[in-house]
């Protein structure tokens, strides 16, 4: 027998058993790796006489190509066997019983902002983010509240710097001046997000959540502000009627600046929103200050708006009936089994809110 039929039969031998990809790496290795037996066949063409030569080259190119004819072949076989493996393995039996599976639920104040953000884009608002950390600039001085400004100190803030120039945002409003620069008037954007204040107490926590508003166009008025307050309020607390009071305020970013307080009154031990005697404080608003336009790259004499910011925190606990803010942030589970919301009911306006 020849060196090559030698060859050859060995390899008939080898090649049938070949059950992997990896078996079949090792016999390509074996007979095409860097001393294998067809490489070292061809090493020895140069010791040939020219005539012997011619003959072997091109048995040696015929078994060569075979070999390697079969390798592929066999490739191809084996990886379609793993592919109708896993086809048979990955099936779904459909008519299984579902497997019961802890859910989670989602946190009161992720449900009240997917629900305001559902409300305001009924009438056109769209959803703007800011960063947590600011500067001091945007936080303060170009809201117009300079560094002298009472209303700092009213801020307890958490400052990140010896120099103060970056800071845990004290409120949403900073993100009205980075909308504003950022793009072209009219600007109507509503900001949720959080909060820092170095303050803690049953109604107060470090970080709260707060929602921003803002309406920037030709010729908006108070009386937008208005329409859009009572329309938010009705909705969110999905009521028909709501008891509005603005109350004349001072904000450095706003003038004219009022709070908002709505009726409410108790009924068996509950609270109930809209209507009665008491008033409850749920927001900071006015007209935007010319000042604030101007640093925002806004012309003011062209265009104005209002702005407003409420504690979405706060609102979460008047609708859903929780009474210590702190028990949002101590992440105790039962607690959010209690209060927290189906992960699939995504509140929408058409398909209602909270129900
Ligand atoms: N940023 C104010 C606060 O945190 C609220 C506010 C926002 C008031 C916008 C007026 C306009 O108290």
Request: hydrophobic share 35%.
């Amino acid at each position: 027998m020849s060196d090559l039929d030698k060859i050859n039969s060995i390899f008939n031998a080898k090649i049938d058993s070949v059950k992997t990809k990896e078996d079949l790496q090792n016999i390509k290795t074996e007979f095409f790796g860097k001393n294998g037996k067809i490489t070292q066949q061809f090493k020895t063409l140069g010791s040939l006489e020219a005539n012997d030569r011619k003959d072997f080259a091109s048995n040696l190119n015929k078994v060569k190509d075979n070999l390697s004819n079969q390798i592929e072949k066999k490739f191809l076989e084996i990886e379609n066997a793993e592919i109708n493996d896993k086809l048979k393995n990955e099936k779904v039996d459909v008519t299984l019983p579902v497997r019961p599976f802890q859910r989670g639920k989602i946190h009161p104040v992720s449900q009240v902002i997917d629900e305001i953000s559902s409300i305001f884009s009924e009438i056109g608002f769209s959803v703007a983010e800011g960063p947590d950390v600011e500067t001091e600039y945007n936080n303060f001085t170009a809201l117009n509240t300079p560094e002298d400004h009472p209303a700092r100190d009213m801020h307890d803030t958490f400052y990140l710097e010896k120099n103060k120039k970056l800071l845990l945002r004290t409120h949403t409003s900073p993100v009205q001046i980075r909308a504003m620069l950022s793009g072209k008037p009219p600007f109507k954007i509503i900001v949720p997000g959080r909060t820092y204040r170095c303050d803690s107490d049953q109604t107060h926590a470090p970080m709260f959540h707060q929602l921003e508003g803002l309406h920037i166009d030709k010729s908006i008025t108070m009386g937008h502000l208005k329409g859009c307050l009572d329309y938010f309020i009705k909705e969110f607390f999905e009521v028909k009627n709501v008891k509005m009071r603005f109350r004349p305020s001072h904000f450095p970013f706003t003038e004219p600046s009022a709070e908002v307080d709505i009726g409410y009154r108790i009924e068996n031990e509950k609270i109930v929103i809209g209507e009665g005697n008491k008033w409850l404080e749920v927001l900071g608003c006015g007209m935007v200050h010319p000042n604030v336009l101007k640093n925002a790259k806004v012309n003011p004499n062209k265009y104005r708006g209002f702005a407003f910011g409420m504690g979405i925190d706060r609102l979460a606990m008047l609708k859903y009936g929780i009474n210590d803010l702190r028990a949002f942030f101590e992440t105790d589970y039962r607690w959010l089994n209690h209060f927290g919301f189906d992960p699939l009911d995504v509140p929408t306006n058409y398909r209602g809110l909270s129900k």
